[in-house]
């Protein structure tokens, strides 16, 4: 696993999902974020190899942030010991959900509610998406 960059410099309190985008292989990211049991938890992601048209409008389903459809892209994570199984969701290409949900642009608006309401959306959205990747068949 390659880390994001700017790792020793993240203000952890900041980030309830850190994600990003491996410099040395642009289709693969990675989502890490706290569990209830207060470690860390992670999946390997797979981006498509082709981007959306962004003529369409579309949202990113673990911050809900919306936006052209360029912006969000049908991520997929190999579920364990499962031989071509896998489970996707539609997340923000640059896998910055947290910062998006604080930047609020024209571009990306974000979702109703008040900051801390989508903070904790946004990491129970993730939560839920890595248990299904790592959910009994």
Same mark, same amino acid.
């Given at each position: 696993? *390659?880390?994001?960059?700017?790792? =020793?410099?993240?203000?952890?309190?900041?980030?309830? /999902?850190?994600?990003? @985008?491996? +410099?040395? =292989? +642009?289709?693969?990211?990675?989502? /890490?974020?706290?569990?209830?049991?207060?470690?860390?938890?992670? /999946?390997?992601?797979?981006? +498509?190899?082709?981007?959306?048209?962004?003529?369409?409008? &579309?949202?990113?389903?673990? #911050?809900? #942030?919306?936006?052209?459809?360029?912006?969000? =892209?049908?991520?997929? =994570?190999?579920?364990?010991?499962?031989?071509?199984?896998?489970?996707?969701?539609?997340?923000?290409?640059?896998? @910055? #959900?947290? &910062?998006?949900?604080?930047?609020?642009?024209?571009?990306?608006?974000?979702?109703?509610? *008040?900051?801390?309401?989508?903070?904790?959306?946004?990491? @129970?959205?993730?939560?839920?998406?890595?248990?299904?990747?790592?959910? +009994?068949?």
């Amino acid at each position: 696993m *390659t880390p994001p960059p700017d790792l =020793a410099d993240l203000d952890w309190d900041q980030w309830e /999902v850190l994600g990003w @985008r491996d +410099p040395r =292989a +642009p289709q693969r990211g990675y989502l /890490v974020a706290w569990g209830e049991d207060d470690r860390p938890h992670g /999946v390997l992601l797979r981006a +498509p190899e082709s981007r959306m048209s962004g003529r369409r409008a &579309a949202m990113c389903l673990l #911050c809900g #942030c919306v936006g052209q459809a360029d912006l969000f =892209a049908l991520f997929v =994570a190999p579920r364990p010991k499962r031989y071509g199984d896998s489970v996707g969701t539609y997340v923000c290409t640059d896998l @910055r #959900c947290s &910062a998006n949900l604080r930047a609020e642009s024209r571009e990306r608006p974000g979702p109703p509610g *008040t900051l801390e309401e989508r903070q904790r959306e946004l990491l @129970r959205r993730t939560r839920e998406f890595f248990a299904q990747v790592h959910a +009994p068949s």
